[in-house]
């Protein structure tokens, strides 16, 4: 009887995009070109809530922490798979497979429970607009800021603490471009129990708690809009949401289409979890910038006191 090798895996071996071989330079360009743009967009929508003082508002509060996750979120993959598009560089140590998968959850969740804190700002800001400035006051804003990062932290703790007490003694190659917790926890040895456990709660219990609340402030928004007397008062409340609305869809809609339909799963999850980290970063301050006036503007004063302050050199 020939003896297993019961070697601990020191190191894994991410495979990459799959199907892509000959297109590995112009995938390389392009998603670099993505993560340029992801970075100074969001930086970008930084930089103009914090120098004008008229976006010091509960919802630029949280779009700022929407522009601080989308840079994390994106950095989490994307420069590992370029480095694996430009020079094969497939090999991930084991302490960076871990880093990848504890992020990658604390992000996401955090992202999650964001677009609720979010959701929630709009339902005091349309329900209740007389109360809104007490409501959603500065203290209050850095709890629930506060609040998604910690239970985001608890959570993502959880499951790479599971996910990596699983024994790994076999193949260490996963057929993804980085570490996620499905392709890594194939190649454990470990009880399906906790594989099940780890499952349910990526990417069941959160999102759909947070997809629940969110459905639930716009129920409230949406009979409060009707309720308005005025055409004008209406469609200024709900312009005030569609932005919200389209980056929410973004994040929830594609993890939708590939968790319940397990069909597709196997085709969709890679196109998927690329346009999620990729595509999805960099077009979240696009989507507010083109379709908020303040921030335009903003915008538009920032790029004016540069060119003042370089005229004046």
């Not at 429970?113 to 959603?136: E, G, K, S």
């Not at 973004?250 to 069909?263: D, E, H, I």
């Amino acid at each position: 009887m020939a003896v297993k090798n019961h070697t601990l895996v020191t190191e894994f071996i991410l495979l990459g995009i799959p199907h892509t071989e000959g297109q590995e330079t112009v995938l390389f360009v392009v998603f670099l070109i993505f993560y340029l743009f992801t970075l100074l967009g969001n930086l970008l929508i930084l930089l103009t809530v914090m120098s004008d003082s008229c976006l010091h508002t509960p919802m630029y509060f949280f779009l700022c922490n929407l522009s601080v996750l989308d840079i994390g979120f994106s950095s989490v993959s994307t420069p590992k798979m370029l480095a694996n598009l430009l020079v094969r560089n497939q090999v991930i140590s084991l302490g960076g497979c871990i880093s990848h998968v504890f992020f990658y959850d604390f992000l996401g969740c955090s992202e999650s429970w964001l677009y609720t804190v979010m959701a929630y700002d709009r339902f005091a800001a349309i329900c209740h607009p007389l109360h809104y400035i007490i409501i959603m006051n500065h203290r209050v804003c850095a709890l629930l800021a506060a609040g998604t990062w910690i239970i985001s932290s608890f959570h993502a703790t959880i499951l790479t603490t599971l996910t990596f007490q699983l024994p790994y003694r076999g193949s260490n190659e996963a057929d993804y471009f980085f570490c996620d917790i499905f392709p890594v926890v194939k190649l454990a040895c470990g009880k399906t129990l906790i594989i099940e456990t780890v499952s349910f709660t990526n990417i069941g219990l959160v999102p759909m708690i947070c997809f629940l609340l969110i459905l639930a402030s716009y129920i409230r928004i949406i009979i409060a809009i009707l309720k308005m007397p005025s055409a004008e008062g209406r469609r200024k409340a709900a312009s005030t949401c569609v932005s919200h609305l389209l980056v929410v869809t973004l994040f929830f809609g594609p993890c939708a289409l590939v968790y319940t339909q397990p069909s597709l799963s196997e085709v969709l999850v890679t196109p998927v979890q690329i346009f999620a980290n990729v595509v999805t970063p960099m077009l979240n301050p696009t989507i507010y910038t083109l379709r908020n006036k303040d921030v335009k503007g903003a915008l538009k004063k920032l790029a004016g006191s540069q060119f003042v302050s370089k005229g004046d050199h």
